[in-house]
């Protein structure tokens, strides 16, 4: 979907549904099973918010806010360890609210939910260590499998 047809519907219906594709927000959202439910972005964003945005190259992007700078904010997915910078309001459609799985609603606002992006955000250094390893270890496996 391109980025008219993102905005048209979230100004048309105030809320998007979809279902994602890709790894990148992991273990939060698992492609091909959950749904996801964005909503127009009212003011700046906050740490921990999934904001979809569009990169410079024109693709669409959900990955998690770790910090919120004057002009723009760093990202990162939570299957990644790479952050990105530079991201700025402009660029961004909406903000994910709630994740659907198995038919149920789960809002962002959830108290697992922020346990959740608290514990793997507060302890990003830990967590970039590990899905660094674990990547080394399935390209490992590959080339030697």
């Avoid at 980025?3 to 549904?17: C, H, N, Y």
């Avoid at 890709?22 to 964003?45: A, T």
């Avoid at 918010?49 to 904010?73: F, I, K, N, S, T």
């Avoid at 809002?107 to 390893?133: E, Q």
């Amino acid at each position: 979907m391109d980025k008219s047809g993102f905005e048209e519907i979230l100004a048309r219906d105030g809320r998007l549904v979809y279902s994602s594709r890709g790894d990148s927000m992991l273990p939060l959202i698992r492609e091909g099973r959950d749904l996801l439910v964005i909503e127009p972005v009212h003011g700046r964003l906050r740490r921990l918010d999934v904001p979809l945005y569009r990169r410079a190259g024109g693709r669409w992007v959900l990955h998690r806010v770790l910090r919120v700078q004057a002009e723009d904010y760093v990202l990162c997915g939570d299957n990644r360890w790479r952050c990105e910078t530079g991201v700025t309001d402009r660029q961004i459609a909406g903000v994910l609210t709630a994740v659907i799985r198995g038919g149920r609603e789960i809002p962002m606002t959830d108290w697992r939910c922020r346990l959740y992006a608290h514990l793997w955000c507060d302890l990003f250094p830990l967590r970039a260590l590990l899905v660094r390893g674990i990547g080394w270890i399935k390209r490992t496996r590959r080339k030697h499998g």
